[in-house]
């Protein structure tokens, strides 16, 4: 790998629901890996890219974590800290860019890493498109052996008006290096509700790798809040139900102990800060 840590990871995003009715989509898309330490470094070297101010493609910290203007990475690292995990080292983001000023990002993932550059934890990071937001913090306790993580938790955020409150999800993580693997799966009661992947290939973070991207997925951003409503209205039409929308909770991040995760029937711990 290059000794730059930050990434463009082109590929595909799979989202299924299995009952009770199915429906499927799949779309080509892309997602940067920004290392939050690189970030200055790479709007200075590139000119499609900017932090914190318009361009093509940019990086705004307040489009992540408590909305505020501040360090993104000192908000992961005090969270970190508030669950006793181990700071001091790498964060990277991934997540879409803004283009042309505008993103919307259901999931950006964070990973975490110590001094030792050890994997120490994933934070989950989910939106709705009702303006709300919340995270889980998960430790990763072998520090992403073989390149992957396996983590689960219970659901605690609404998303879709279609999919009730009481379920978990199990998350699948190759970790990035040449390409990267997203797979998670959403289980009710009755066991898997909905699943969903993203796997996508390495490029270099260049201005030639961002003007290929802009036209190889034009006005992604856009499609992809405009293809999350047109999927709702799919879904309706097929007579699935509705499910009202609970007040979201009192804390932005879950914290989620996985020290029970070897005892498969014993949901983690979770605590919201």
Same mark, same amino acid.
């Given at each position: ?51 914190? #101010?318009? /361009? $093509? ?6 489009? *992540?974590?408590? !909305?505020? @203007? ?5 908000? =992961? ?94 998350? #699948?993580? /190759? $970790? ?6 997203? *797979?998670?799966? !959403?289980? @009710? ?5 909905? =699943?969903a992947s993203f796997s996508g290939k390495r490029r270099e973070l260049t201005d030639g790798a961002l003007m290929r ?26 007579g699935m139900r509705l499910y009202e929308r609970p007040a979201p909770p009192l804390r932005p991040v879950s914290h ?5 995760l070897s005892q498969r029937k014993t949901e983690p711990d979770v605590t919201g800060y």
């Open positions: 790998m290059s000794a730059q840590r930050s990434a463009l990871y082109a590929g595909n995003v799979m989202h299924q629901r299995l009952k009770p009715r199915r429906h499927r989509l799949d779309y080509r898309m892309f997602f940067l890996l920004i290392d939050l330490d690189e970030i200055d470094g790479l709007s200075r070297r590139l000119r499609l890219l900017s932090h914190n #101010r318009f /361009g $093509l493609f940019s990086f705004f910290d307040k489009d *992540h974590g408590d !909305g505020a @203007d501040g360090s993104l990475k000192v908000y =992961v690292e005090r969270q970190l800290e508030m669950a006793g995990i181990e700071t001091g080292g790498s964060i990277q983001l991934l997540s879409m860019p803004r283009m042309l000023g505008y993103a919307f990002n259901p999931l950006s993932i964070y990973f975490c890493r110590d001094r030792q550059g050890d994997l120490a934890a994933i934070l989950y990071e989910v939106n709705n498109t009702f303006g709300q937001r919340h995270s889980y913090l998960i430790p990763v306790s072998d520090g992403g052996e073989e390149g992957i993580v396996r983590q689960h938790c219970d659901k605690r955020f609404y998303v879709s008006p279609f999919i009730a409150m009481g379920m978990g999800y199990r998350f #699948r993580i /190759g $970790l990035p290096d040449e390409g990267v693997a997203i *797979h998670i799966t !959403g289980s @009710d009661a009755d066991g898997p509700l909905i =699943v991207a802009f036209f190889a997925y034009p006005l992604l951003t856009l499609k992809v809040i405009a293809g999350i409503h047109w999927e709702a209205l799919l879904l309706w039409a097929k989620v102990a996985m020290h029970r």
